[in-house]
């Protein structure tokens, strides 16, 4: 009962705070037991399409969300890519990275494009478990997938990571030029 309830207020909670369309900024902050830090994400080529990796200095990432269909959309640097969640293969607990795919791409089973939502100045999923007092289903963090760390969502809590935890920042977007 108490979990159908709270992953319900995540989806209402998130559809409500940004408008369709709207352009969003994209930025990520973290903490961690040694302390909090910004900062901007890089897109680096991937298998499928783009990943993100952690980087300093200024961004044009941004990108649109489309209520009716699910999906986030980039606007800059690669306009019409779509965000995806990939599972990591024999990932435990399981983990998904985030990366920007074109709509045609054959995606792992298993991968999704329309579980990311705006809510409460950053995005969250509607994958996996409602993570208690967070409100919010799993962790978002850095993850290394043969030697590289690349952005990525795993179903676990906080307790369990018991590392740097990070979320993906929604600013005003609409400044940013490609
Ligand atoms: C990071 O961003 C999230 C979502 O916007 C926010 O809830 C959290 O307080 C921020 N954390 C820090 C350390 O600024």
Sequence with gaps: ?????????????????????????????????????????????????????????????????????????????HAGLIAAMIPVEGSSPSTFTIEWVDSTVILPEGSSTTSLVPGNGAFLTTMGTPNGVFAQNGVFKEFSVDGTYVFAWADETFQENQDVTAWIDISDGSAITC
């Design 1 to 77: 009962m108490f979990k159908l309830s709270s992953a319900f207020v995540i989806s209402a909670l998130a559809f409500s705070a940004a408008r369709a369309q709207d352009i969003m900024g994209l930025s990520w902050n973290s903490t961690s037991p040694y302390g909090q830090s910004t900062g901007v994400f890089n897109l680096l080529e991937s298998t499928y399409g783009y990943s993100m990796v952690f980087a300093d200095g200024t961004s044009t990432l941004s990108a649109t969300y489309d209520s009716a269909s699910q999906t986030v959309t980039q606007v800059c640097p």
